[in-house]
């Protein structure tokens, strides 16, 4: 097992006291925030309170076309869609942020988190299983699925489509997804 060593950044002594004057916060606070790069007002409101003109286009992002398009098809033929999650904190806000948007437009939906014990992190067979059983043709996977190269081959054999949406590091086998959001594919030009 690789050790990872932690290198704390050098703090800029000038801009975390000018920090602690313009915004009386906790100069623990204000040293954090020099160490991350932000030395000045501006740039602390932009951090503490972005806005989504900050944020850039989704259409950057390699396979978002391919996965929208996969979506609108679902809904527009009234397929049944699986939104599948971890059970960790980022996997379950994603797969609720998910369910209650497409709930909105379209009700043949269900949701997939897997057993912590029994199924453990990522893409589970038992999931795909229950999605095979009870007539669901795509799955959309929220924080997993980017190594799951076999289960995803497996569910595309029983006519399951995958839209993967995650952001842990990819493989050089990418798995056989109908389209996979993940901006730390080495081609995807998202920033």
């Not at 991350?36 to 806005?51: L, S, T, V, W």
């Not at 950057?60 to 599948?84: P, S, Y």
């Not at 994603?94 to 014990?117: E, G, T």
């Not at 999931?127 to 190594?147: M, P, Q, R």
Request: hydrophobic fraction near 40%.
């Amino acid at each position: 097992m690789t050790q990872k060593r932690w290198t704390i950044r050098s703090e800029n002594t000038a801009a975390a006291a000018a920090l602690r004057e313009a915004l009386n916060i906790h100069p623990i606070l204000c040293r954090i925030l020099s160490q991350r790069g932000i030395h000045n007002f501006d740039e602390a409101r932009d951090f503490f309170r972005p806005q989504l003109s900050q944020l850039h286009s989704p259409w950057l992002m390699k396979d978002m076309d391919k996965a929208v398009e996969r979506v609108i098809q679902a809904i527009t033929t009234e397929e049944k869609i699986l939104v599948f999650g971890d059970y960790d904190v980022d996997g379950t806000t994603s797969v609720a942020s998910m369910y209650s948007f497409l709930k909105k437009i379209h009700n043949q939906l269900d949701f997939y988190i897997p057993h912590r014990y029994r199924e453990g992190y990522g893409v589970s067979k038992a999931g795909i299983d229950f999605a095979k059983e009870n007539g669901f043709t795509l799955i959309i996977s929220l924080d997993c699925g980017i190594k799951s190269v076999e289960l995803i081959r497996y569910a595309k054999e029983l006519s399951i489509d995958f839209v993967v949406c995650d952001h842990h590091l990819p493989d050089i086998e990418l798995p056989p997804a109908v389209a996979i959001l993940n901006p730390k594919q080495s081609d995807c030009p998202y920033p």
